[in-house]
């Protein structure tokens, strides 16, 4: 992605949502969702315009879920 990015999510039953992006090393680079949601589908945007190029990844909780995607950032 250069530089913004959607990412999309299903939640199937209300429960308590986090996205988080880190980077390559683990750090935290971005919170995108810490709350509460109601069951349903969801797009979120994430902009790196600040981030060097490179390897992120996104954790997605929520509930009992959770879920670890990668990004590649090329600008």
Do not use: C, H, R, W
Request: proline share 5%; hydrophobic share 35%.
């Amino acid at each position: 992605f250069n530089p913004n990015t959607k990412i999309k999510y299903t939640i199937p039953s209300e429960s308590f949502v986090q996205l988080k992006v880190y980077d390559v090393l683990g750090n935290e680079v971005a919170t995108l969702v810490n709350e509460e949601k109601p069951a349903g589908n969801y797009v979120i945007n994430f902009s790196a315009e600040k981030n060097p190029s490179g390897i992120y990844f996104y954790t997605l909780a929520a509930g009992e879920f959770n879920q670890t995607k990668k990004m590649i950032l090329m600008k």
